[in-house]
């Protein structure tokens, strides 16, 4: 019997691009937060400015006298889009992030990652319980098993895809 996922492997590992993606999301995770909570919270009026405002002629300058609300229409869908992506991205991560079975690490990567925390920052919180070379372990271990669970989830798959 055959398997569906990558190479016929029941646990594809994430390969090297894959676990630098999961760490570049990882890094922009809480910008993501933020500005998802600013859409849901600001989408009307960003709408009305986006009609209003300077922006929506901006995007034909070779035509002076543009469709503003087209152009608008345009701009509110743009942002939309990147909502949904957003979306998409922080909503796999949380996922990925609750399967780490490696309490140590999982722990390493909230504070580092879903809190927002600085490198230095999850250094100084982890001191007391770990040496700096085990919580820098622990971070990879926790980015490394969450590429692997987005792998097997077929993340990078759909990441591809356009929605």
């Known amino acids: 019997m055959a398997m569906a996922w990558g190479q016929g492997e029941l646990f594809a590992k994430a390969n090297k691009q894959e676990i630098q993606r999961t ?21 009307q009026d ?11 002629r901006r995007i034909d300058q070779t ?3 543009a ?20 979306q998409f991205y922080t909503h796999h991560l949380e996922r990925a ?6 309490e140590e690490a999982r722990k390493a990567v909230e504070y580092r990652y879903i809190q927002g925390c ?31 669970t987005l792998k097997l989830m077929g993340f990078f798959e759909q990441d591809d895809a356009e929605f």
């Not at 570049?24 to 989408?43: A, G, I, N, P, W």
């Open 63 to 65: 035509d002076l006298h």
């Open 46 to 56: 960003l709408q009305q400015i986006t009609i209003e405002g300077e922006a929506a």
């Open 118 to 148: 600085s490198y230095k920052e999850t250094l100084l919180f982890f001191r007391r319980s770990y040496s700096d070379s085990t919580i820098r372990r622990k971070l990879v271990e926790g980015t490394e098993s969450m590429a692997n």
């Open 67 to 86: 469709d503003k609300t087209a152009n608008a229409t345009i701009l509110i869908e743009k942002q939309r889009w990147v909502y949904k992506r957003y």
């Open 97 to 102: 992030h609750r399967l780490i079975k490696d």
């Open 23 to 43: 760490k570049f999301l990882l890094d922009k995770y809480t910008d993501m937060v933020s500005l998802m909570r600013d859409f849901e919270q600001f989408e």
